[in-house]
């Protein structure tokens, strides 16, 4: 039997021992690393990644796909016209991604990001419907508004933070389905499309969209790696992303030697809702054209994901938002030509999620089988 | 007689780094036997060593004369020796049971913790200490988690026990007691390692003592005998002279506290109606015993707890009670907190970033849309070799990697390195040895003689006494007496007990 010889509990600030192997019979032992290269780390995030990407085949094998049709539809992805919806997927990603990245840098959980989705779709769409502002800058006025909404809805619950003490967690998570329903109310109530009944808004008028920019890039991409560029020079370059790194590894001190730790954790949760607000303009501007009952489905799980898998790094966040944009792209296919539920593609990204949140162990810690 | 545990010409670096070159230790079964040295002489690494942490690069280690080669803790433990750590090694949501059948496994976990139970019972009342096996970990003061990490050590056979700097941690009632059992239990025949850097816990505990320096054990002896001058001598080295003090004129106050109320975060008011001031060129001393209040006057000071009521006021700002800390800090305040790595260091990030931290917003490190790293580094550096902070291979290494006095120093560095106006320090050489502290309290005299407020709170009589101008007594949150230089010792003694 192997049994893990000991775990070091609660090491705090004194580095804690390293356990020299154990003789005798098989045995695994754990300990904690004091440093790792950054090669070794990507090599260990790269490798989880594989393992998770292997067992998605695996199931996507089960679900009647073979690897052989699973690895030809992922190279279709690179024809002009999936890369183009490839492109315009890959915006609000980039940009949820980013939201949620902004936030978990400095311990702020924000899993709302759907909620502030809602709200920035639904506040662009006010501009849109009540005819604000003139036509020639109506698309960016868009953009201020949903941006608005979300930092609307994400301060909400640092407010209740703050003040009562109520865990951002559950209320930016529970916020969401107040803005899901909040949104039903305006699609089946006074912002139902007139002309088809249906519960969607009317039809964005043509100046109201993110257009495509030439060879296949729509508008919508150059946003989000807009924001992508300011968060990132945000982020490694300026004094507030210094102090962010203090805030999240530890408030308290960062308070002590004067960090505006408030206007810090206030600025970077706003903008974490605004580029979530954001997320749901491009998404309806670009891709639907008007506002339905699901724009914003599943992006908070995407969001963490990419947050995740970047280490909210908003430079990677990018690429990372791209490859989920493929993974989606070709999921759609697959529902399409293999008839697999969308929850599939869900199940892959959780596959994921947990393999890199596993990673995480094992950069951590080492773990040895010695004999 | 052979020794219980013998350790010869043992070496050892990390990374490059020697903590050990050459060091030796006996201690025999019966014996207290004390450890001495300063903060970084490698007494707690030869002792990780002894008990299984780390293999020594070269070296034996011999117990009851058998040399053995120990695979790891778990063998050290098996061979008999224990070892409690300085940070305990405790599950906190577990309870004592728990915990201690974790560290000694049993065959079947009802029957085995029935009895750890029992077992726990009786190796309780045999040290006299008060421990119910079943309450959690997380509800015992520090002083009752030490004594479960002695029981557990106790209960899985240990008889060569191995104490890393137990009284570090302890009120000074506390600490008595715990040498009075560990006294005991080596008359019943347990080999005591006591690993201190405190002089006169050797002169009245200890049977032997064995003195480090730089890696190397330099000296073997007995402490009835040896004179306190000879071995302070062999542990620093040299010893270092107090400062001289300068009498200067006093400028104006610079810093009034008045009627200030704090309350603990579970809502006791530990700071009740305390009114002092403190001039500029003057050290202001808080005396008391722990517990009385002085931790949360310091973060009310520093601004890491908001007070309920009352005024602080600072020469500039005016009464910045509820302001945020970068107000103080801007209004020239520097803040030597007792807990380092809560209030004054961000462990897991560099130390170089750790120095500029505190100065940033000034400016000095460029504008706000983009920091200047190279400038960061090299300041960094500077300050790291004018404050004399060691272990340092490169101010981008993690600042948790520092030893306590190193991170003190870096503390202080920093703080200083702003030319400070008021000066808050609690307990700043708490964990220090003799040089570290004397460094700091250099620096502290230093801002006085520049004109600075300094308030110095510290349950430490001696470093009040040696330092303080002015000398407050805290007893249950509020200044009960005040005393000018010179001071009666036996006078403060009284008022900080006396008071009802």
């Known amino acids: ?371 | 007689m052979t020794s219980a545990l013998e350790l010869t010409g043992i070496k050892k670096s990390f990374d490059g780094v020697v903590a050990l070159d050459g060091a030796v230790f006996a201690a025999k079964s019966g014996e207290v036997h004390a450890l001495l040295g300063e903060n970084g002489a490698g007494k707690s690494s030869l002792m990780n060593i002894a008990a299984g942490f780390y293999v020594p690069d070269i070296g034996t280690v011999a117990i009851h004369g058998e040399a053995v080669a120990l695979s790891g803790p778990a063998d050290a433990r098996a061979r008999g020796i224990g070892m409690v750590h300085q940070h305990f090694k405790l599950v906190k949501p577990f309870t004592v049971a728990e915990n201690i059948l974790l560290a000694n496994p049993q065959r079947h976990f009802r029957s085995g913790i029935r009895d750890i139970r029992d077992g726990v019972r009786k190796q309780a009342v045999e040290l006299g200490f008060d421990i119910d096996p079943d309450r959690r970990v997380e509800d015992l003061t520090v002083a009752e988690q030490q004594q479960v990490e002695i029981i557990k050590v106790l209960l899985g056979g240990a008889k060569i026990l191995i104490l890393d700097e137990p009284t570090a941690v302890l009120t000074d009632v506390e600490a008595e007691r715990l040498l009075e059992t560990v006294r005991r239990l080596a008359q019943s025949g347990v080999a005591v390692v006591l690993v201190t850097h405190k002089l006169h816990e050797v002169k009245r505990y200890a049977d032997a003592v064995t003195i480090m320096r730089g890696g190397r054990t330099v000296a073997t002896a007995d402490p009835r005998v040896a004179s306190a001058a000879e071995l302070t001598e062999l542990t620093v080295g040299q010893t270092a002279p107090l400062p001289d003090r300068t009498e200067r004129p006093l400028g104006p106050t610079l810093l009034n506290v008045g009627a200030l109320h704090c309350a603990r975060s579970d809502g006791q008011v530990m700071v009740a109606d305390t009114s002092f001031f403190v001039r500029a060129g003057e050290i202001y001393g808080l005396a008391g015993v722990s517990g009385n209040g002085q931790a949360e006057l310091a973060e009310a000071l520093i601004g890491a707890r908001q007070p309920l009521s009352g005024e602080i006021w600072l020469e500039g700002p005016g009464d910045i009670a509820a302001a945020p800390a970068a107000v103080r800090r801007e209004a020239g305040l520097a803040a030597i907190p007792a807990d380092r790595y809560a209030f004054a260091l961000a462990g897991s990030l560099s130390i170089a970033d750790n120095f500029a931290v505190a100065t940033i917003e000034s400016g000095c490190y460029g504008p706000p849309w983009l920091i200047d790293r190279a400038a960061i580094r090299r300041d960094a550096s500077e300050a790291i070799t004018a404050y004399d902070v060691q272990g340092v291979r490169s101010v981008g290494q993690k600042a948790a990697l520092l030893s306590g006095g190193n991170a003190q120093k870096l503390v202080i560095a920093r703080e200083f390195s702003r030319q400070p106006t008021v000066v808050v320090a609690h307990s700043p050489s708490r964990g220090l040895d003799v040089r570290a502290c004397a460094a700091v309290h250099e620096r502290l005299l230093a801002a006085r003689d520049r004109g600075a407020a300094v308030v110095l709170i510290s349950e430490d009589l001696d470093e009040i006494l040696a330092l303080s101008d002015r000398i407050g007594v805290m007893t249950r949150g509020r200044i009960v007496a005040e005393f000018d230089r010179p001071a009666d010792r036996q006078e403060i003694g009284r008022a900080m007990v006396d008071h009802a």
């Open chain 1, 1 to 371: 039997m192997h049994d893990v010889a000991m775990i070091a509990v609660e090491s705090q600030s004194a580095p804690p021992p390293k356990l020299p192997p154990r003789r005798g019979r098989g045995r695994v032992t754990l300990d904690i690393r004091q440093t790792i290269s950054p090669w070794k780390q990507a090599g260990i995030l790269g490798g989880s990644l594989a393992i998770g990407l292997a067992i998605s085949v695996v199931i996507l094998d089960f679900a009647g796909i073979a690897p052989l049709d699973l690895a030809k539809e992922l190279a279709g992805v690179f024809n002009a016209d999936s890369l183009r919806s490839v492109l315009v997927r890959a915006a609000p990603l980039i940009l949820v991604g980013l939201g949620a990245g902004l936030a978990f840098r400095i311990g702020f959980w924000n899993l709302g990001l759907e909620g502030q989705m809602v709200f920035g779709g639904i506040f662009a769409t006010a501009v849109s419907i009540y005819d604000i502002g003139p036509e020639s800058t109506r698309i960016v006025l868009m953009g201020v508004a949903a941006s608005a909404g979300g930092i609307l809805w994400v301060l909400l619950a640092y407010w209740m933070k703050v003040r009562f003490r109520v865990n951002e967690i559950i209320s930016t998570l529970l916020m969401n389905y107040i803005a899901s329903y909040f949104l039903l109310h305006l699609l089946y109530g006074a912002w139902q499309d007139s002309k088809t009944a249906f519960p969607q808004s009317s039809q964005y008028r043509p100046f109201e969209r993110l257009s495509d920019i030439g060879s296949g890039v729509n508008s919508a991409l150059l946003v989000a790696l807009a924001v992508a560029a300011v968060a990132a020079w945000a982020v490694h370059l300026s004094r507030a992303g210094f102090y962010m790194r203090f805030i999240s590894a530890n408030a308290n001190m960062a308070k002590v030697v004067g960090v505006p730790v408030r206007t810090i954790s206030l600025i970077v949760i706003a903008a974490s809702g605004a580029a979530a607000g954001l997320a749901g303009f491009v998404n309806v501007s670009s891709q639907e054209g008007r506002l339905t009952q699901s724009f914003f489905d599943g992006y908070v799980f995407s969001g963490i994901l990419i947050a995740f898998l970047s280490r909210n790094d908003p430079i990677i966040v990018v690429i990372v938002g791209f490859l989920l944009a493929v993974l989606f792209v070709t999921g759609q296919t697959l529902q399409v030509f293999y008839q697999i539920p969308f929850t599939m593609v869900q199940l892959v990204e959780a596959i994921i999620v947990i393999a890199v949140a596993s990673s995480e162990f094992l950069i951590r810690h080492r773990i040895r089988w010695t004999r």
